[in-house]
């Protein structure tokens, strides 16, 4: 409810009213809240209770730039340990499977759920291999932070989904560094790898930049839905 936009940002969630409108007691809306609040999603004081929170641009690429440090060490640690099978057969599959899709013409909105699928597909691999509980869970909370739509929209967005907003020019570049960064990991350069990771999360967060305030953010996740 709370990502699809049922609550406007600012606002103040109270266990009462959720519990009666959720049909459960005050016990698991208690245990949710907290929960949120922990990863960020909601605000909390003491004798004020829960707010839900509006991201600013500013603390939204704040997030890409903690994220773009987290996922460079991730490909130094795999490619200092070695890339694993496991590992190399994950990211040659998200990698080829990219490439069909961008061999079967003109990227359209109709093929954005696939390829953001085989994306984060790429990234996990990634992530996986490094075995690194800490970074795991801190490069999980950059990800999870909900982005509000700009210009008034209703609807929080979360990071996977600004794929959504790449065109054509944008998907290739992205696929261009996935294969640099396999290319880089395979050969054990983890400076190398980790320096393309870094342009590759920069130029992310750019287009988020780009299209902040145009109402197109809205348009593309609805789209996505249906």
């Given at each position: 409810?709370?990502?699809?936009?049922?609550?406007?940002?600012?606002?103040?969630?109270?266990?009462?009213?959720?519990?009666?409108?959720?049909?459960?007691?005050?016990?698991?809306?208690?245990?949710?809240?907290?929960?949120?609040?922990?990863?960020?999603?909601?605000?909390?004081?003491?004798?004020?209770?829960?707010?839900?929170?509006?991201?600013?641009?500013?603390?939204?690429?704040?997030?890409?730039?903690?994220?773009?440090?987290?996922?460079?060490?991730?490909?130094?640690?795999?490619?200092?340990?070695?890339?694993?099978?496991?590992?190399?057969?994950?990211?040659?599959?998200?990698?080829?499977?990219?490439?069909?899709?961008?061999?079967s013409?003109?990227?359209?909105?109709?093929?954005?759920?696939?390829?953001?699928?085989?994306?984060a597909?790429?990234?996990?691999a990634?992530?996986?291999a490094?075995?690194?509980?800490?970074l795991?869970?801190?490069?999980?909370?950059?990800?999870?932070?909900?982005?509000?739509?700009?210009?008034?929209?209703?609807?929080?967005?979360?990071?996977?989904?600004?794929?959504?907003?790449?065109?054509?020019?944008?998907?290739?570049?992205?696929?261009?560094?996935?294969?640099?960064?396999?290319?880089?990991?395979?050969?054990?350069?983890?400076?190398?790898?980790?320096?393309?990771?870094?342009?590759?999360?920069?130029?992310?967060?750019?287009?988020?930049?780009?299209?902040?305030?145009?109402?197109?953010?809205?348009?593309?996740?609805?789209?996505?839905?249906?």
């Amino acid at each position: 409810m709370l990502l699809e936009g049922a609550f406007p940002p600012d606002s103040r969630l109270t266990e009462t009213v959720l519990a009666e409108q959720l049909g459960v007691s005050r016990t698991p809306v208690r245990d949710a809240l907290s929960t949120l609040a922990l990863e960020g999603l909601l605000g909390y004081e003491p004798n004020r209770g829960y707010e839900v929170l509006s991201c600013t641009l500013d603390d939204v690429l704040g997030a890409y730039e903690v994220r773009k440090t987290l996922e460079a060490l991730a490909c130094r640690i795999v490619a200092k340990a070695g890339l694993d099978v496991q590992a190399r057969a994950r990211m040659m599959d998200a990698n080829e499977q990219i490439e069909r899709l961008l061999e079967s013409g003109t990227w359209r909105a109709d093929r954005a759920r696939r390829w953001r699928e085989l994306n984060a597909s790429f990234h996990n691999a990634i992530i996986d291999a490094a075995a690194n509980k800490s970074l795991t869970q801190a490069i999980r909370n950059t990800q999870r932070l909900p982005i509000m739509v700009a210009g008034g929209g209703a609807r929080w967005f979360t990071h996977e989904e600004l794929v959504l907003l790449f065109d054509d020019k944008a998907v290739r570049r992205s696929h261009g560094d996935h294969c640099k960064i396999f290319s880089a990991l395979r050969t054990g350069d983890g400076e190398k790898a980790s320096e393309i990771m870094m342009a590759h999360i920069d130029h992310a967060a750019g287009v988020l930049r780009a299209n902040w305030d145009k109402p197109g953010l809205m348009r593309a996740t609805q789209a996505e839905k249906k």
